[in-house]
């Protein structure tokens, strides 16, 4: 396809030309490809309709045309590099679905940018994609979207940031100076955080990792509530605190203690995070009324366990147990399984102990649910750590 005429240049199939004085730009169908420069710094142009047998556009092909305001892209393209650069007037942006990585600066100082939609099939946010786009207040990740890269987000004036399970990399710096951004939930499928991800952050008060940890920022301490030790992501948590060298004071709050007493638990979580909690004021609290995430309701505690659970289901659980510890080190597997059985004896024992004679009610009310639960608690939280056991011992 060749085509010259006052609007635009064509050759090839290749757009490589466009009028300055252009306000509209419908590129025809048949063009497959956008040339470097095509219609850079054009200072009139304020729609683009980009058709879908365009399959690539090179870098800069609309940087800094400052009174674009509509796009429409093609369907057809997989990625693009600086593309939109400094599009000040440039508004709201739909992602198509085949779209698989938005590159380098794609929409860099678009700062009237309010709405990004992006559809699924996008894998990568690339560095700075979105740096200085000061009027993008939220935005919401597909759960195609794997990794977010360095500054893509940088001073961006988000509040909003919806991370969806899938996303598995967060870069240093990738939300860096996001000034009001005040609280962000990075999803349990993250598994390489960058310790400085968020820094500059300075409005932030709240982080929450996989809906079973909380971090609080409130000056210079930090509170970190959390169910059970197996919750405790120790490299995210790290990660996250990596820029709070002013915090002071680190508090440990979980609505009970997980382990088997309150001094080893304190004890484990202190190996645990050794570097962290050095030369810092550490405090351990039991506070049951933490609700740890509007998302997890559906996940109830076990200190909320209801009065349905019998003793199949106790049964169960020490067996489960046992089989778990199976390939454990023989030491480790004897005193777990040990410690469950003496759980069992004790629980039989305290039923048959307390049973009232029939049809008598000598004022010794036996709390038989309360027992049942609390048997069935404490051989849940054996099972939360035998993970964290495995890990460290097999």
Request: aromatic share 10%; proline share 3%; hydrophobic share 35%.
């Amino acid at each position: 396809m060749n085509i010259e005429n006052n609007d635009y240049k064509i050759r090839d199939g290749v757009l490589v030309g466009v009028n300055p004085g252009l306000k509209s730009l419908n590129i025809p169908e048949g063009v497959t490809s956008i040339a470097f420069h095509a219609c850079y710094h054009n200072g009139h142009l304020e729609e683009i309709y980009i058709p879908n047998s365009v399959i690539t556009i090179e870098s800069s092909a609309f940087e800094h045309c400052f009174n674009l305001k509509k796009v429409h892209l093609s369907e057809n393209m997989t990625f693009f590099d600086q593309l939109f650069e400094n599009c000040i007037s440039l508004e709201e942006i739909n992602i198509p679905g085949n779209i698989k990585r938005i590159g380098y600066m794609a929409f860099s100082g678009c700062r009237s940018l309010k709405r990004v939609n992006l559809s699924e099939g996008l894998t990568a946010i690339n560095e700075c994609a979105f740096e200085n786009c000061i009027s993008l207040e939220e935005i919401t990740m597909p759960s195609s979207l794997i990794k977010i890269e360095y500054n893509a987000f940088l001073k961006c004036h988000l509040k909003r940031v919806n991370l969806s399970e899938g996303l598995t990399t967060i870069r240093n710096f990738a939300f860096e100076k996001c000034w009001l951004l005040e609280e962000i939930t990075i999803p349990e499928s993250v598994t390489n955080l960058g310790p400085k991800a968020f820094v500059g952050c300075s409005s932030l008060k709240k982080f929450s990792i996989s809906n079973e940890c909380n971090i609080l920022f409130d000056g210079d301490k930090v509170t970190i509530e959390y169910l059970d030790i197996n919750s405790l992501n120790i490299n995210l948590i790290y990660a996250v605190l990596a820029n709070k060298e002013s915090a002071k004071n680190i508090e440990f709050k979980s609505p009970q203690y997980s382990f088997f007493s309150k001094e080893k638990e304190k004890k484990l979580i202190k190996e645990l995070f050794k570097e962290l909690v050095k030369d810092r004021n550490v405090t351990f609290i039991k506070d049951k009324k933490i609700v740890l995430s509007e998302v997890n309701k559906e996940k109830k505690y076990e200190n909320e366990i209801s009065s349905q659970k019998d003793e199949d289901d106790i049964k169960h659980l020490e067996d489960e147990i046992i089989y778990l510890c199976k390939d454990f080190p023989k030491k480790i597997a004897s005193i777990i399984t040990e410690k469950v059985n003496e759980i069992d004896r004790v629980y039989k024992s305290s039923i048959e102990s307390f049973k009232p004679e029939y049809g008598k009610d000598n004022g010794d009310r036996f709390d038989y649910e309360g027992l049942k639960n609390d048997t069935y608690l404490f051989l849940n939280r054996i099972k939360s750590l035998i993970d964290l056991f495995g890990k460290v011992l097999c």
